[in-house]
């Protein structure tokens, strides 16, 4: 408070919102710094409180924009209910108690002292605690769920991150992470409307895997701490650091890190790579091992959890179901009769070997340059890299050979950095692992003495004798043939009585330091909030037979094009010429004689797109069978969508769909009889295919969902004529309706014509200018700015009710005012078009032409400045488009909206209103300048931007480039055939 007061003496604020902000400073350092429920906290609190009220009182924000933001949110409807929801979450997670009785929300209430950790804040660059999010959720930071839902998994993955899988504080993590999902989907559930089905698919991989982790045996040991050592690098391979070369292999700390980034999005594909690090960890290890004991448990559990979850397909249905724990144990069988061979034979060759080596005579200790070497001495050994350090040999047994050499056999101790392991893995310093690797060697190769220590007995004594920096911590053995790491129970090393052990001075502090393969930026690569690509199951191509084949055409089940996999019965998007592409069911896949693909199918259409009465209701989403089929190519799809009837979209959702691209569908649109009529038997959801082709993932709701009706687009259309310019173009319904297949379809070289076409929507007659019109053009812009959260139709309800009740006197003004604009336009048409008052009709498109030889069709542009010149009228239209990097003629003002510039256009002449977006735009360039812009000229007339047809230089359907500012030059005049 001095140092504020300080401020303000001596001026340093330039405004209001900077004194705020050191008061904000303030209170949250009195919060961070302070226990929860201490009294400097509630003071802190009270005093912002007083803040905001006399902030409120005096008229003054605290920030600009973040007040802004804040009036708008709590404005919001619903957004009361939102904070209430994220503070049940935080409150959950808080209380939270295990079985044992543990608050496992303590440690993570404070991040870690940077005085006593400073290497947390080395690998952690975005720390966060459950005192930060407390804060923010005071503060009404969090504009929705998922934001808060973020940085309580960023705060759990820096846990997992910074400690060893085999921690305690690890798993607790892991425990929370899965509460928090499950509290999560709770609540979406509770919200109503449709769940979040990518959140429950997470849900349950997150349940599946901290289950996995944790589950434990009578004396409280999980199964897990065996298998995390596990490698992530081919034990084939040599060499101990990781390259591009190098294949990567799955373990579960990646499992881990492609779960937080939401890698999987099947469950099957989870399972699979849970399976493979079973499966590796059973191949490397003997039968009788513990390690193999515990993939077998924990892949036995995970199938039992995952059925358990998923309810055996009532809340999911999965191919990964299939796999029962029946088909396991059939496997374990068959795996552990084709192993026991080979590792009885092992064992045997073992055993000749310890008979060879018990042959020999053996001697307690030997002398060698005036030292002495006993049984149970740790020795440096030569290095057999003369880059590498000295060896660690535990001395088990001493002898002379019949020539008279001393030799010593032992098990050999490795440093970090001789085993495979993650370069996140971090190690006590001084450590060493004892191996399983035993051998001989002549005991001249001793470069001299040192000594390995139990973990238990490090910290607290130390060996007579040796320096500090010869004296090594031995916590776990390390198994060279599978690359994983286990903690030892009971130390068995030999024992020299010859060397006594003493309590240290001062006990050491444990301290562990990353690997020496870490990376500086590891942790940044590899955390939550870094890139990630999804995780997919591989679909090979799917070859089927047919009746009636065409010659020379492959058909499939299942094929793959650039976009991805596709399977019969798939709906997908197709390409259109406007935003909104067409749909269209995959009957029917095959490749031609050129191998080029195709697809046949129906059509689903939209109501927009059919004729109805305007007071017809329809879903939301809602789309109509169409019953005419047709064949495209399957270069022309453009994505994935899901069509679902009544009964299926109330009760469940594809795993792998956005919410968005799931349609709803009990109709058939008969195309001939322009009707409308029921489904009986509803559409089928998918195809009877083979178990070779991938099936998709589904997720069950757990109370079904009824959807609702909307009003017909054409309703809304209707509505919002009275409120249209008067500018001689289309409504906003009817832009929305511009992506409606029909004129200007250009259909690739190539690929079969398309059958499909639409009834265009009956266009009611726009209104004449009238008073109402211009009294609610000027009303609605005021109510607008006074009433900002106000919708379209509650404006327009006000804005027609004080019509009403407006005095009739100045109604009649306004309705002189209207009379007065319809003559003058009717004046500017006759002045324009003549005593007509009409525009004539637009002369024949040249389309219908043939060109002689010699001579082609050309569509030139005459936009404003530009000279360009295309064979197709596609590659005009496009030249015309924006793209991403601002190319192209049509180009928003300052005021977002957009101007025509065509040669002869008569809009900006006669003042007409811009267009408001580009679909209206494009619209009237078709409608108008496009149906006739088209002539045939002679090849050596082209002009110098003169641009060939793209389509005859790609696969039917591909999607050409937009054609660069430098045209195409022509080719020689002997080369033009």
């Known amino acids: 408070m001095k140092i504020i007061e300080t401020n303000i003496a001596v001026g340093k604020y330039l405004n209001e919102a900077a004194l705020v902000a050191d008061f904000k400073l303030m209170f949250g350092n009195a919060r961070h710094y302070n226990e929860e429920g201490s009294q400097v906290y509630k003071d802190a609190n009270l005093?912002?409180?007083?803040?905001?009220?006399?902030?409120?009182?005096?008229?003054?924000?605290?920030?600009?924009?973040?007040?802004?933001?804040?009036q708008k949110k709590l404005k919001t409807k619903g957004y009361a209910g939102v904070i209430e929801k994220l503070q049940s979450i935080y409150d959950h997670v808080k209380g939270f108690v295990d079985a044992k009785g543990r608050t496992l929300s303590a440690i993570f209430l404070r991040l870690p002292s940077k005085q006593e950790y400073p290497e947390y804040y080395e690998i952690i660059k975005k720390p966060m605690d459950m005192m930060r999010i407390q804060q923010k959720l005071q503060a009404n930071q969090y504009e929705n769920l998922n934001d808060f839902i973020a940085d309580f998994v960023l705060m759990l993955d820096n846990a997992c991150r910074f400690n060893e899988p085999e921690s305690l504080i690890y798993k607790d993590a892991l425990t929370l992470q899965k509460l928090v999902l499950s509290k999560k989907a709770e609540l979406t559930v509770e919200s109503g409307g449709v769940p979040d089905v990518k959140a429950a698919i997470q849900e349950i991989l997150a349940n599946v895997y901290v289950s996995v982790i944790n589950h434990q045996d009578e004396h409280g040991r999980c199964f897990s701490d065996s298998l995390q050592g596990l490698a992530s690098l081919d034990p084939e391979q040599e060499g101990v650091q990781t390259t591009n070369d190098k294949p990567r292999l799955v373990n579960l700390e990646i499992i881990k890190k492609n779960l937080d980034r939401g890698c999987y999005r099947r469950l099957d594909v989870f399972q699979d790579n849970m399976f493979e690090v079973f499966a590796r960890a059973r191949r490397l290890n003997p039968i009788d091992s513990e390690i193999y004991e515990d993939a077998v448990e924990l892949q036995q559990f995970l199938i039992r959890t995952r059925d358990s979850l998923c309810k055996n397909g009532d809340i999911l249905q999965s191919p990964a179901l299939l796999y029962a724990e029946k088909h396991f144990q059939q496997m374990i069988e068959e795996e552990k009769e084709q192993k026991n061979p080979v590792e009885q034979e092992e064992e045997v060759e073992k055993d000749a070997k310890d008979d060879e080596l018990k042959t020999e005579a053996g001697e307690n200790s030997l002398k060698f340059k005036d030292q002495t070497f006993s049984v149970g001495d740790f020795v440096y050994i030569e290095p057999r890299e003369a880059d590498l350090e000295p060896h660690i040999v535990c001395i088990e047994k001493l002898w002379k050979d019949t020539l008279g050499e001393q030799w010593i056999y032992g098990a050999w101790y490795y440093r970090p950095k001789e085993t495979y392991h993650l370069a996140t893995r971090k190690f006590l310093e001084?450590?060493?692992?004892?191996?399983?690797?035993?051998?001989?060697q002549p005991l001249a190769a001793v470069l001299g003495k040192c000594f390995v220590m139990f973990i238990k007995n490090y910290f607290t004594h130390h060996p007579e004798g040796f320096s500090e920096k010869d004296v090594y911590v031995c916590e776990s053995r390390y198994n060279v043939k599978s690359r994983s790491f286990k903690p030892i129970k009971k130390w068995q090393a030999p024992t020299n009585d010859g060397v006594p052990v003493v309590p240290r001075e001062a006990?050491?502090?444990?301290?562990?330091?990353?690997?020496?393969?870490?990376?500086?930026?590891?942790?940044?690569?590899?955390?939550?909030?870094?890139?990630?690509?999804?995780?997919?199951?591989?679909?090979?191509?799917?070859?089927?037979?047919?009746?009636?084949?065409?010659?020379?055409?492959?058909?499939?089940?299942?094929y793959n094009i650039p976009l991805g996999p596709f399977k019969l019965g798939d709906c997908v998007f197709v390409r259109s010429e406007s935003e909104r592409p067409y749909i269209a069911r995959v009957d029917r896949m095959w490749t031609d004689h050129n191998g080029d693909p195709y697809f046949h199918g129906p059509w689903f259409i939209h109501p927009a797109e059919v004729n109805h009465e305007p007071t017809k209701m329809f879903y939301r989403r809602e789309v109509f069978l169409s019953s005419v089929e047709d064949t495209n190519p399957m270069l022309s799809i453009t994505g994935k969508c899901y069509v679902l009837n009544y009964r299926d979209y109330g009760i469940l959702r594809p795993t792998e769909i956005s919410e968005r691209d799931v349609f709803i569908c009990e109709s058939r649109y008969q195309e001939t009889e322009r009707q409308i009529r029921k489904l009986l038997k509803g559409i089928r959801r998918g195809a009877k295919v083979s178990s070779s082709v991938v099936e998709d993932e589904v997720y069950m709701f757990k109370q079904p969902i009824v959807p609702q009706k909307e009003p017909s687009p054409l309703l809304n259309q209707t509505s919002q004529d009275e409120d249209v310019d008067d500018d001689g173009d289309i409504s906003m319904a009817e832009s929305e309706n511009f992506d409606t297949p029909g004129s200007f379809v250009t259909t690739p070289i190539g690929t079969p014509a398309s059958s499909r076409s639409r009834t265009s929507v009956n266009k009611p007659k726009k209104p004449s200018a009238s008073g109402y019109i211009l009294y609610a053009a000027e009303k609605r812009k005021k109510v607008t700015t006074d009433y900002p959260d106000l919708s379209?139709?509650?404006?327009?309800?006000?804005?027609?009710?004080?019509?009403?009740?407006?005095?009739?006197?100045?109604?009649?003004?306004?309705?002189?005012?209207?009379q007065k604009i319809v003559e003058k336009a009717k004046a500017d048409e006759i002045a324009i078009w003549g005593p007509g008052g009409a525009p004539p009709p637009p002369p024949p498109t040249n389309q219908t032409q043939t060109p002689g030889p010699g001579e082609l069709i050309v569509y030139d542009c005459q936009w404003q400045g530009c000279e360009f010149q295309f064979e197709e009228q596609?590659?005009?239209?496009?030249?015309?488009?924006?793209?991403?990097?601002?190319?192209?003629?049509?180009?928003?003002?300052?005021?977002?909206?957009?101007?025509?510039?065509?040669?002869?256009?008569?809009?900006?002449?006669?003042?007409?209103?811009p267009f408001p977006n580009i679909q209206r735009i494009m619209k009237h360039l078709k409608d108008t300048h496009l149906r006739s812009n088209s002539r045939c000229i002679?090849?050596?007339?082209?002009?110098?931007?003169?641009?060939?047809?793209?389509?005859?230089?790609?696969?039917?359907?591909?999607v050409a480039a937009r054609p660069s500012n430098q045209p195409v030059q022509p080719p020689a005049q002997g080369n033009e055939a």
Not at 47 to 70: D, T
Not at 940 to 958: D, K, M, T, V, Y
């Open 430 to 440: 001084n450590e060493v692992f004892r191996s399983d690797y035993h051998a001989k």
């Open 938 to 958: 002679p090849y050596s007339s082209r002009s110098q931007n003169f641009f060939p047809s793209r389509a005859n230089l790609q696969s039917p359907g591909n």
């Open 874 to 913: 596609q590659d005009l239209i496009e030249h015309l488009m924006p793209d991403q990097q601002r190319n192209g003629h049509l180009q928003p003002t300052a005021d977002n909206d957009y101007l025509c510039y065509w040669k002869d256009c008569q809009r900006i002449k006669r003042g007409y209103a």
């Open 792 to 818: 379209f139709g509650e404006i327009s309800k006000m804005v027609g009710q004080e019509w009403r009740n407006l005095d009739p006197e100045l109604k009649s003004t306004y309705e002189e005012r209207a």
């Open 507 to 558: 006990p050491l502090v444990a301290t562990r330091v990353p690997s020496v393969f870490a990376p500086k930026k590891a942790y940044d690569l590899s955390g939550f909030h870094g890139e990630f690509t999804i995780i997919d199951k591989e679909r090979p191509n799917v070859t089927c037979d047919v009746q009636n084949p065409e010659e020379g055409c492959t058909y499939f089940e299942q």
């Open 47 to 70: 005093l912002e409180r007083v803040l905001l009220e006399k902030l409120k009182e005096l008229g003054i924000s605290e920030s600009p924009r973040s007040i802004a933001r804040l």
